[in-house]
Protein backbone atom coordinates (compact mmCIF):
# COMPACT_ATOMS: atom_id res chain seq x y z
CA UNK A 1 0.00 0.00 0.00
CA UNK A 2 1.33 3.54 -1.24
CA UNK A 3 2.18 5.09 2.23
CA UNK A 4 2.63 8.85 1.00
CA UNK A 5 1.08 11.80 3.10
CA UNK A 6 -2.41 13.24 1.07
CA UNK A 7 -2.05 15.82 -0.32
CA UNK A 8 -4.36 19.23 -0.94
CA UNK A 9 -4.03 21.38 -3.92
CA UNK A 10 -5.37 25.33 -3.31
CA UNK A 11 -6.30 26.48 -7.09
CA UNK A 12 -7.20 30.55 -7.18
CA UNK A 13 -8.47 32.17 -9.96
CA UNK A 14 -10.15 34.77 -11.41
CA UNK A 15 -11.05 35.35 -15.05
CA UNK A 16 -8.63 32.60 -16.44
CA UNK A 17 -10.03 31.57 -18.94
CA UNK A 18 -7.20 31.60 -21.03
CA UNK A 19 -5.27 29.63 -18.49
CA UNK A 20 -7.17 27.51 -16.28
CA UNK A 21 -8.10 24.86 -18.57
CA UNK A 22 -4.55 23.80 -18.92
CA UNK A 23 -4.07 24.63 -15.40
CA UNK A 24 -6.39 21.80 -14.23
CA UNK A 25 -5.54 19.45 -16.86
CA UNK A 26 -2.13 19.23 -15.56
CA UNK A 27 -3.18 18.50 -12.60
CA UNK A 28 -5.27 15.70 -13.37
CA UNK A 29 -2.02 14.30 -14.90
CA UNK A 30 -0.23 13.72 -11.76
CA UNK A 31 1.16 10.46 -10.86
CA UNK A 32 0.80 11.08 -7.27
CA UNK A 33 -2.32 8.36 -6.63
CA UNK A 34 -5.30 9.74 -6.85
CA UNK A 35 -6.71 8.55 -3.72
CA UNK A 36 -4.00 10.80 -1.81
CA UNK A 37 -4.96 13.58 -3.98
CA UNK A 38 -7.59 16.37 -3.82
CA UNK A 39 -7.07 19.86 -5.78
CA UNK A 40 -9.75 22.42 -4.51
CA UNK A 41 -10.46 25.45 -6.85
CA UNK A 42 -11.76 28.47 -6.18
CA UNK A 43 -12.78 31.06 -8.01
CA UNK A 44 -13.15 34.89 -7.08
CA UNK A 45 -16.39 35.23 -9.20
CA UNK A 46 -14.80 35.61 -12.66
CA UNK A 47 -16.51 37.35 -15.03
CA UNK A 48 -15.85 35.46 -17.72
CA UNK A 49 -16.25 31.28 -18.53
CA UNK A 50 -13.18 30.37 -15.92
CA UNK A 51 -15.86 28.69 -13.95
CA UNK A 52 -18.08 26.86 -16.39
CA UNK A 53 -14.60 25.33 -17.86
CA UNK A 54 -13.42 24.17 -14.72
CA UNK A 55 -17.13 22.58 -13.64
CA UNK A 56 -16.78 20.88 -17.00
CA UNK A 57 -13.23 19.86 -16.19
CA UNK A 58 -13.85 18.27 -12.98
CA UNK A 59 -16.67 16.62 -13.52
CA UNK A 60 -17.82 13.02 -12.25
CA UNK A 61 -14.30 13.39 -10.36
CA UNK A 62 -14.80 13.52 -6.29
CA UNK A 63 -11.20 14.35 -5.64
CA UNK A 64 -11.70 17.76 -7.25
CA UNK A 65 -14.54 20.18 -5.88
CA UNK A 66 -14.86 23.93 -6.93
CA UNK A 67 -16.09 26.83 -4.20
CA UNK A 68 -16.97 30.40 -4.87
CA UNK A 69 -14.51 32.92 -3.41
CA UNK A 70 -16.52 36.13 -2.40
CA UNK A 71 -13.70 38.23 -1.72
CA UNK A 72 -11.92 37.20 -4.84
CA UNK A 73 -8.29 38.04 -4.04
CA UNK A 74 -5.88 35.07 -3.63
CA UNK A 75 -5.15 34.90 -0.02
CA UNK A 76 -8.70 34.78 0.91
CA UNK A 77 -9.13 31.44 -1.53
CA UNK A 78 -6.13 29.87 -0.42
CA UNK A 79 -6.80 30.43 3.47
CA UNK A 80 -11.18 29.08 2.40
CA UNK A 81 -8.90 25.81 0.88
CA UNK A 82 -6.73 25.26 4.10
CA UNK A 83 -10.04 24.98 6.10
CA UNK A 84 -11.86 23.03 4.12
CA UNK A 85 -8.97 20.74 2.65
CA UNK A 86 -8.32 16.93 4.07
CA UNK A 87 -4.68 16.75 3.05
CA UNK A 88 -1.51 16.16 5.67
CA UNK A 89 0.29 18.50 2.87
CA UNK A 90 -0.92 21.85 1.34
CA UNK A 91 -0.08 23.53 -1.79
CA UNK A 92 -1.10 26.68 -3.25
CA UNK A 93 -1.89 27.01 -6.52
CA UNK A 94 -1.87 29.71 -9.13
CA UNK A 95 -4.29 29.61 -12.16
CA UNK A 96 -1.77 31.27 -14.02
CA UNK A 97 0.70 27.88 -13.94
CA UNK A 98 0.73 24.66 -15.71
CA UNK A 99 2.77 21.59 -13.90
CA UNK A 100 4.85 18.54 -14.90
CA UNK A 101 3.25 14.72 -14.22
CA UNK A 102 5.76 14.51 -11.36
CA UNK A 103 5.23 18.12 -10.28
CA UNK A 104 3.39 16.91 -6.79
CA UNK A 105 5.13 13.65 -6.30
CA UNK A 106 8.86 15.39 -6.55
CA UNK A 107 7.55 18.02 -3.86
CA UNK A 108 6.40 15.61 -1.87
CA UNK A 109 9.65 13.39 -1.66
CA UNK A 110 11.86 16.59 -1.47
CA UNK A 111 9.60 18.26 1.55
CA UNK A 112 9.82 14.51 3.12
CA UNK A 113 13.96 14.51 2.41
CA UNK A 114 15.13 17.31 3.14
CA UNK A 115 12.54 18.41 6.15
CA UNK A 116 12.29 21.46 5.28
CA UNK A 117 9.52 23.36 6.47
CA UNK A 118 8.28 24.70 2.85
CA UNK A 119 9.43 23.55 -0.46
CA UNK A 120 8.59 24.73 -4.14
CA UNK A 121 10.13 25.01 -7.58
CA UNK A 122 11.34 27.59 -9.31
CA UNK A 123 9.84 29.74 -11.29
CA UNK A 124 9.72 29.08 -15.36
CA UNK A 125 8.36 31.59 -17.18
CA UNK A 126 6.98 31.86 -20.42
CA UNK A 127 4.12 32.97 -22.90
CA UNK A 128 3.43 33.52 -26.89
CA UNK A 129 4.90 36.37 -29.03
CA UNK A 130 8.26 38.20 -29.20
CA UNK A 131 6.75 40.71 -26.39
CA UNK A 132 5.41 38.01 -23.69
CA UNK A 133 8.42 35.55 -24.28
CA UNK A 134 10.84 38.55 -23.86
CA UNK A 135 8.84 39.26 -20.85
CA UNK A 136 9.19 35.59 -19.66
CA UNK A 137 13.18 36.15 -19.82
CA UNK A 138 13.12 39.11 -18.09
CA UNK A 139 10.99 38.34 -15.00
CA UNK A 140 13.57 35.01 -15.05
CA UNK A 141 16.97 37.10 -15.09
CA UNK A 142 19.06 38.53 -12.13
CA UNK A 143 19.35 41.73 -13.66
CA UNK A 144 15.12 41.97 -13.53
CA UNK A 145 14.55 40.53 -10.59
CA UNK A 146 17.26 41.35 -8.19
CA UNK A 147 18.36 38.66 -5.15
CA UNK A 148 15.04 36.38 -5.78
CA UNK A 149 16.55 33.41 -6.34
CA UNK A 150 14.05 31.43 -6.43
CA UNK A 151 13.03 32.73 -10.17
CA UNK A 152 16.23 31.09 -11.53
CA UNK A 153 18.05 28.99 -8.99
CA UNK A 154 18.90 25.82 -11.37
CA UNK A 155 19.78 24.13 -7.74
CA UNK A 156 19.05 22.80 -4.80
CA UNK A 157 18.98 25.56 -2.27
CA UNK A 158 17.57 27.30 0.58
CA UNK A 159 15.77 30.33 -0.31
CA UNK A 160 13.67 33.12 1.44
CA UNK A 161 10.63 31.70 -0.41
CA UNK A 162 9.42 30.09 -3.15
CA UNK A 163 6.76 29.52 -5.89
CA UNK A 164 3.96 28.06 -5.08
CA UNK A 165 5.15 26.06 -1.88
CA UNK A 166 4.44 23.00 -0.17
CA UNK A 167 4.22 23.20 4.12
CA UNK A 168 2.47 20.89 6.18
CA UNK A 169 -0.85 21.55 7.85
CA UNK A 170 0.54 21.90 10.98
CA UNK A 171 2.52 24.89 9.59
CA UNK A 172 -0.82 26.89 8.97
CA UNK A 173 -1.62 26.16 12.55
CA UNK A 174 1.69 27.13 13.99
CA UNK A 175 1.83 30.75 12.08
CA UNK A 176 -1.51 30.95 10.62
CA UNK A 177 -3.13 31.65 7.54
CA UNK A 178 -2.21 34.02 4.29
CA UNK A 179 -2.65 38.29 4.98
CA UNK A 180 -5.95 39.06 3.31
CA UNK A 181 -4.79 42.70 3.39
CA UNK A 182 -2.33 42.17 0.38
CA UNK A 183 -3.64 41.99 -2.60
CA UNK A 184 0.03 41.05 -4.17
CA UNK A 185 3.04 39.53 -1.99
CA UNK A 186 0.70 37.36 0.45
CA UNK A 187 2.79 34.45 0.23
CA UNK A 188 6.16 36.83 0.27
CA UNK A 189 4.07 37.89 3.92
CA UNK A 190 3.40 34.15 4.72
CA UNK A 191 7.15 33.00 4.04
CA UNK A 192 8.79 36.21 6.40
CA UNK A 193 6.48 34.48 8.76
CA UNK A 194 7.52 30.97 8.45
CA UNK A 195 11.32 32.34 8.81
CA UNK A 196 10.84 34.29 11.81
CA UNK A 197 9.21 31.10 13.46
CA UNK A 198 12.57 29.47 12.52
CA UNK A 199 11.36 27.09 9.48
CA UNK A 200 13.65 26.28 6.57
CA UNK A 201 12.37 26.90 2.99
CA UNK A 202 13.82 24.62 0.16
CA UNK A 203 13.84 25.77 -3.68
CA UNK A 204 14.35 21.84 -5.97
CA UNK A 205 14.03 23.04 -9.68
CA UNK A 206 13.30 19.42 -10.17
CA UNK A 207 9.59 20.27 -8.83
CA UNK A 208 8.71 21.56 -12.05
CA UNK A 209 5.95 24.05 -13.21
CA UNK A 210 5.28 26.41 -15.80
CA UNK A 211 4.04 29.95 -14.65
CA UNK A 212 1.98 31.42 -18.09
CA UNK A 213 3.07 35.36 -17.22
CA UNK A 214 1.78 38.68 -18.86
CA UNK A 215 2.16 38.74 -22.28
CA UNK A 216 0.97 42.83 -22.72
CA UNK A 217 3.07 46.00 -20.92
CA UNK A 218 0.55 47.49 -19.49
CA UNK A 219 -0.62 44.74 -17.42
CA UNK A 220 3.56 43.93 -16.25
CA UNK A 221 3.36 47.93 -15.13
CA UNK A 222 0.57 47.54 -13.04
CA UNK A 223 1.10 43.60 -11.61
CA UNK A 224 5.17 44.94 -10.72
CA UNK A 225 3.56 48.60 -9.59
CA UNK A 226 1.46 46.59 -7.37
CA UNK A 227 4.31 44.33 -5.68
CA UNK A 228 6.01 47.65 -5.28
CA UNK A 229 3.04 49.54 -3.37
CA UNK A 230 2.56 46.09 -1.62
CA UNK A 231 5.76 45.49 -0.51
CA UNK A 232 5.43 48.52 1.99
CA UNK A 233 2.85 46.57 4.26
CA UNK A 234 5.37 43.25 4.32
CA UNK A 235 7.93 45.55 5.39
CA UNK A 236 6.22 47.21 8.50
CA UNK A 237 5.16 44.00 9.57
CA UNK A 238 8.18 42.58 9.23
CA UNK A 239 10.81 45.31 9.58
CA UNK A 240 13.56 42.97 10.89
CA UNK A 241 13.82 41.26 7.05
CA UNK A 242 14.69 44.08 5.69
CA UNK A 243 17.77 44.12 3.72
CA UNK A 244 19.69 46.64 1.21
CA UNK A 245 18.31 45.20 -2.11
CA UNK A 246 14.40 45.66 -1.01
CA UNK A 247 15.53 49.36 -1.18
CA UNK A 248 17.28 49.47 -4.79
CA UNK A 249 14.17 49.82 -7.14
CA UNK A 250 12.34 52.67 -4.77
CA UNK A 251 16.11 54.61 -5.28
CA UNK A 252 16.76 53.95 -8.38
CA UNK A 253 12.85 55.41 -9.22
CA UNK A 254 13.42 58.58 -7.14
CA UNK A 255 16.84 59.13 -8.43
CA UNK A 256 15.93 58.95 -11.99
CA UNK A 257 12.75 61.48 -10.78
CA UNK A 258 15.32 63.73 -9.37
CA UNK A 259 17.88 63.46 -12.63
CA UNK A 260 14.99 64.66 -14.52
CA UNK A 261 14.24 67.23 -12.32
CA UNK A 262 17.60 68.59 -12.16
CA UNK A 263 17.95 68.56 -16.13
CA UNK A 264 15.12 70.37 -16.44
CA UNK A 265 16.26 72.71 -14.22
CA UNK A 266 19.64 73.10 -16.14
CA UNK A 267 17.81 73.73 -18.95
CA UNK A 268 15.30 76.23 -17.98
CA UNK A 269 17.61 78.44 -16.42
CA UNK A 270 20.53 78.26 -18.96
CA UNK A 271 23.06 76.42 -16.78
CA UNK A 272 26.45 75.25 -18.03
CA UNK A 273 26.54 71.93 -20.17
CA UNK A 274 28.43 70.36 -17.63
CA UNK A 275 25.77 70.75 -14.91
CA UNK A 276 23.23 69.26 -17.35
CA UNK A 277 25.28 66.05 -18.01
CA UNK A 278 25.78 65.98 -14.66
CA UNK A 279 22.56 65.75 -13.88
CA UNK A 280 21.80 62.97 -16.57
CA UNK A 281 24.57 60.69 -15.00
CA UNK A 282 21.81 58.20 -12.99
CA UNK A 283 19.66 57.89 -16.06
CA UNK A 284 22.83 57.06 -18.76
CA UNK A 285 24.35 54.62 -16.54
CA UNK A 286 21.11 53.06 -16.13
CA UNK A 287 20.64 52.73 -19.74
CA UNK A 288 24.74 51.57 -20.30
CA UNK A 289 23.40 48.83 -17.42
CA UNK A 290 19.99 48.25 -18.98
CA UNK A 291 21.38 47.79 -22.85
CA UNK A 292 24.52 45.48 -21.47
CA UNK A 293 21.92 43.17 -19.65
CA UNK A 294 19.63 43.04 -22.30
CA UNK A 295 22.05 42.13 -25.01
CA UNK A 296 23.28 39.66 -22.74
CA UNK A 297 20.10 38.25 -22.06
CA UNK A 298 19.22 37.94 -25.65
CA UNK A 299 22.55 36.28 -26.55
CA UNK A 300 21.74 33.06 -24.15
CA UNK A 301 18.61 32.74 -25.44
CA UNK A 302 17.92 34.64 -28.93
CA UNK A 303 18.87 37.69 -30.37
CA UNK A 304 15.21 38.82 -31.15
CA UNK A 305 14.14 39.77 -27.98
CA UNK A 306 17.51 42.53 -27.96
CA UNK A 307 14.68 45.06 -28.85
CA UNK A 308 11.91 44.23 -26.77
CA UNK A 309 13.96 43.65 -23.38
CA UNK A 310 15.86 47.19 -22.84
CA UNK A 311 11.94 48.54 -22.59
CA UNK A 312 10.69 45.76 -20.48
CA UNK A 313 13.43 45.56 -17.93
CA UNK A 314 13.06 49.49 -17.36
CA UNK A 315 9.20 48.74 -16.47
CA UNK A 316 10.03 46.15 -14.06
CA UNK A 317 12.27 48.31 -12.52
CA UNK A 318 10.11 51.51 -12.10
CA UNK A 319 6.94 50.07 -11.63
CA UNK A 320 8.08 48.27 -9.19
CA UNK A 321 9.86 51.51 -7.78
CA UNK A 322 7.18 53.79 -8.17
CA UNK A 323 4.59 51.72 -6.89
CA UNK A 324 7.47 51.46 -3.30
CA UNK A 325 7.49 54.90 -3.54
CA UNK A 326 3.53 55.77 -3.55
CA UNK A 327 3.06 52.74 -1.25
CA UNK A 328 5.12 54.39 1.51
CA UNK A 329 3.40 57.76 1.33
CA UNK A 330 0.30 55.97 1.22
CA UNK A 331 1.08 54.10 4.43
CA UNK A 332 3.73 56.14 5.87
CA UNK A 333 1.48 55.78 9.48
CA UNK A 334 0.88 52.00 9.88
CA UNK A 335 4.80 51.42 10.98
CA UNK A 336 4.55 48.64 13.60
CA UNK A 337 0.64 47.54 12.64
CA UNK A 338 0.57 43.78 14.20
CA UNK A 339 1.18 41.07 11.27
CA UNK A 340 -2.48 40.77 9.38
CA UNK A 341 -2.32 36.80 9.66
CA UNK A 342 -5.25 34.91 9.81
CA UNK A 343 -6.52 32.36 11.90
CA UNK A 344 -7.89 29.04 10.64
CA UNK A 345 -8.13 26.78 13.44
Not at 250 to 257: I, Q, T
Request: aromatic content about 14%.
Amino acid sequence: MDKRPPVSLLVAMRNEADYISACVTSLLNQDYPKDRLEVLIYDGRSEDNSKAIVENLIRNRKEYRAFDNPKQIQAAAWNLGVQECKGEIISIVSGHAEFAPDYVSRAVETLLRTQADMVGGSVRARSHGVLGEAIARAISAPFGVGGARFRYTDKEEFTDTVFMGFCWRATYKKIGGFDEELARNQDDEFSYRLRKAGGRIVCNPKIVSYYNNRAALRSLWRQYYQYGYYKIRVLQKHPRQMNVRQFVPPVFALSLLGSILLALFAFIFHLSSFFFLLSLLTPLLYLLANLSASLYTASTHDWKYAIPLPLVFAILHISYGLGFLVGLFKFWNRWGDKIGKTPLF
